[in-house]
């Protein structure tokens, strides 16, 4: 069986480097859903050396801060599931409390129907979160 994270980028690439990827996942009603992919392919966090574990979570941090600063979200979603595909990927999330799950996970039922308009909204404050990440990403080095 073919990996999806190892034959494509698993999204709207927005930024590679050796190691990782970030990418903007098409998540109907999340807008500002992000994935921070790491290249090789490797299904748990602990594969990885403590060095890249940091170097992977430091771009998770840059995901999450610049998703906080340029959209003010209620909350940032983290999660590292990889049941459904396992090749170590990290979920960045940003939640509004009126998006159509909120408070509950994006993986669970809706508790409304999605709000068209506010999530055309984020949308349109992308551009500049993206290329904030690159500028930032782009300065993160594997020690």
Not at 60 to 85: D, F, I, T, W, Y
Request: aromatic share 8%.
């Amino acid at each position: 069986m073919v990996c999806p994270l190892c034959a494509e980028d698993g999204g709207a690439l927005i930024w590679r480097g050796e190691h990782l990827r970030v990418i903007r996942a098409q998540e109907a009603g999340f807008p500002a859903f992000y994935r921070v992919v790491w290249n090789a392919h490797v299904a748990e966090f602990s594969d990885l050396s403590a060095t890249e574990r940091a170097y992977c979570m430091e771009a998770v941090a840059l995901v999450e801060q610049a998703l906080r600063e340029h959209l003010a979200p209620s909350k940032v979603n983290l999660a590292a599931l990889g049941n459904m595909v396992p090749h170590l990927h990290w979920h960045v999330i940003a939640r509004f409390d009126w998006d159509s799950h909120f408070p509950s996970p994006v993986w669970a039922a809706a508790q409304r129907p999605s709000p068209v308009a506010q999530e055309d909204a984020v949308r349109r404050l992308l551009p500049p979160v993206e290329v904030s990440l690159v500028h930032q990403l782009a300065l993160l080095a594997l020690p």
